[in-house]
Structure formats: structure tokens, C-alpha cells
């Protein structure tokens, strides 16, 4: 079964006539920022370099920090820490004493974390029936995708029920990710954190890992790293698709994740996310999945609230972007994960601001 859409309309389907929809089964789910902003309307920022700058936080970044972005071509946190790191390494191996470079590191360390911490829910003000319909929907798929680098589906994957009904390849010594061992036993959802998150680490040479909250210390004050430890975040939040690519590709966990994304199998179900320019790479892996015979079928979250006009303009974006599909076009408050109990503010002009 096939939907064909009115471009030139504003309708949107409900969610569940979508699910009920005879011969379409939905194996997949890729979560964007709008998934979190139902949650809690912080997560709604233009940028998290644009945080770090502002007098939002109590530590911004100063003007060598900022000169560094800029001469780097970034704005991606992972990608300047990272190089901060390697400079120190080349540094102490040709006996050069450049302090600078770990003031620097602490800097910019130090205004990512109060970004961070500034626009993330604390874990005990996200009410238990959040987290546990988070999970109860999540289930329903086989593969979910995420590029949202917060801790909303980490919390949800642990709120309740077996341990082993979700699977996020890293559980090897450390909780790391070990390329040899990525087997599946029994039926679990398996999930993708695409662009890294608060809780997963990279070393220098690539090796991947992940936090865990420890006694009387949470995940969000567990983030920050420090210039001594052999450790960064893994946490790639924003930057044009090349800029991502080049980060995913350093760490062996998120290059296998997005290999499974790009050898996907089955239909998709998008919720809260663009799919613009800057996820380039994830629209060129959708792209490649579908054959004139066999379309793969998407189906599309859009936000009623933004307005006819900007639905149809939507509409007709997603359609140019994603031309060997079959779309279909969804109101997002219809779905599990935007539902009021959820969601329990209204989410305003939020449309040009999903990842």
C-alpha cells in the first residue's frame, strides 16, 4: 500500500490511521530535537555555540576561544576539544610547553557544559509517565535513530521493564563499544545515537564509551572532561553535514552507527526532525534506500500550529528532498511522542528551528 500526497494542501494525517494502514509496517524511527522540545520547551535554542557565546551563561566563550571556531571552520564542540587534545599530544612529544592550549580546553569545556546544563531538563522534573510513554512507544520499532544528544531516550531506554528490551551496542568492558561484538541475541530494539550524546566519551584513538550515572552524581554533572583525562565528549550538536561526517567518521561507534543507518531495511517513521541542510548525510542515506520498484515508504511529523501556508511550503521542501519515496504527512500532536500528556506546553514557531 502506497499514500500519494496533496503538495498543494495543508491536511495532514493522524498518526494512528497511519499505524493502522493495512500491509505498511514501520521498522524504524529517527528522532530530531523537536522529539525533545515535547518534552520541554528548553530545548527549543537556535545553537549551542550561540548559548556558549551569550551572557546566558556565567562562563562564556571569550574571544580566543571564539577566534578558534572561527579558524577551525566549526561550530561543532567535539571537533575543537579534539583538536585541542591532539595539539597538546604533538606539543608534549616535540617537548613544546604550550599552556595555552589546555586554558583554552577548560575554557571552552567549561562553556559547553554550563550550555548544556542550561538548556537540558533535569532528570527529576521529567515526569515517570514521560519517560515510561517515551519507552512504550519506542518499543513499537525495531531500529530507532536519534541525533538528539540529550538524555530523553537514555532515560526512557532505563525507566522500566527489562534491561534488555532496548540495545545500544555499548556494552562491552567500560561500556564501550567494541566492533567485534555487536550480536543480537532475542527480538530488543536496537538504538542509534547518531550524533553522539551527554552520556558517551571518545578517546584520542577513537575508542567509544559510555557514562553511567554514579552514586550521588548525575549524568548532566558527570559531563564535563577534563585536559588531563584521555577523554572527550561525544557529542556532535551542530555544523554543516561535511563537519558532521568528519566527527562521526573519529569515533568507531557513531561511523558504525550511521553504516546501519545507511543499510537500513524497512520503512521510516520521522518525528521532530527537519531533515535540512545540515543533515545532508542522513537525507543521502534515505535517498539511497529506495528503488523505482520498491519506494520506501516515510512518514513525516509536521506541526499543525505553524499554519497552512507554512505546512504546504513544508510539504513541498520534504518532497523535493526525499524524491524516491512515498511520504506521508503526519500531524505530530496525533503521535504517541507529541500527545498533551506529554507534551504539556504549546510548542510556538518552532518550525525553521528542527535539526
Not at 548559548?51 to 571569550?62: E, K, Q, W, Y
Request: include cysteine; hydrophobic fraction near 40%; glycine fraction near 6%.
Amino acid at each position: 500500500m502506497t499514500y500519494t500526497p496533496a503538495l498543494d494542501n495543508s491536511d495532514l494525517l493522524s498518526w494512528d490511521g497511519i499505524r493502522a494502514a493495512e500491509d505498511v509496517r514501520w521498522r524504524g524511527l529517527l528522532l530530531g530535537n523537536g522529539s525533545s522540545i515535547a518534552v520541554a520547551e528548553s530545548f527549543a535554542y537556535p545553537s549551542l555555540y550561540d548559548v556558549a557565546c551569550s551572557d546566558r551563561i556565567d562562563n562564556p566563550l571569550g574571544a580566543a576561544s571564539r577566534r578558534l571556531f572561527e579558524d577551525l571552520a566549526t561550530r561543532n564542540f567535539e571537533f575543537v576539544l579534539a583538536s585541542l587534545k591532539l595539539a597538546g599530544r604533538v606539543n608534549a612529544a616535540a617537548g613544546i610547553d604550550a599552556p595555552i592550549l589546555s586554558q583554552l580546553y577548560r575554557e571552552i569545556q567549561i562553556a559547553l557544559f554550563e550550555s548544556v546544563a542550561s538548556v537540558h531538563v533535569e532528570w527529576d522534573r521529567v515526569a515517570s509517565r514521560t519517560l515510561a510513554q517515551i519507552r512504550r512507544e519506542l518499543l513499537n520499532y525495531k531500529r530507532v535513530y536519534s541525533t538528539n544528544y540529550d538524555l530523553l531516550v537514555y532515560w526512557a531506554m532505563l525507566r522500566e521493564g527489562d534491561p534488555y528490551d532496548f540495545r545500544d551496542f555499548l556494552w562491552a568492558e567500560g561500556n564501550s563499544f567494541d566492533p567485534a561484538d555487536v550480536g543480537i541475541l532475542g527480538d530488543p530494539t536496537l538504538v542509534y545515537f547518531l550524533h553522539g550524546g551527554v552520556h558517551l566519551r571518545r578517546t584520542p584513538n577513537g575508542r567509544s564509551f559510555k557514562r553511567t550515572a554514579q552514586q550521588q552524581q548525575n549524568l548532566l554533572s558527570q559531563f564535563p572532561t577534563t585536559w588531563e583525562s584521555d577523554e572527550i565528549p561525544l557529542l556532535i550538536s551542530e555544523g554543516d553535514s561535511n563537519d558532521k561526517l568528519v566527527s562521526i567518521n573519529r569515533s568507531d561507534y557513531l561511523s558504525f552507527a550511521y553504516r546501519r543507518f545507511l543499510e537500513h531495511q524497512g520503512n521510516l517513521v520521522v518525528y521532530g526532525h527537519g531533515l535540512g541542510g545540515a543533515d545532508d548525510h542522513l537525507v543521502r542515506a534515505i535517498n539511497g534506500w529506495s528503488k523505482p520498484e520498491a519506494p520506501r515508504q516515510i512518514a513525516l511529523s509536521i506541526r499543525r500550529e505553524i499554519g497552512e501556508v507554512a505546512i504546504r511550503q513544508e510539504k513541498q521542501r520534504l518532497a523535493q528532498r526525499l524524491p524516491e519515496s512515498d511520504l506521508w504527512f503526519y500531524d505530530a500532536d496525533s503521535h504517541p511522542l507529541g500527545e498533551s500528556n506529554v507534551r504539556p506546553r504549546p510548542v510556538r514557531d518552532l518550525f525553521r528551528r528542527l535539526r
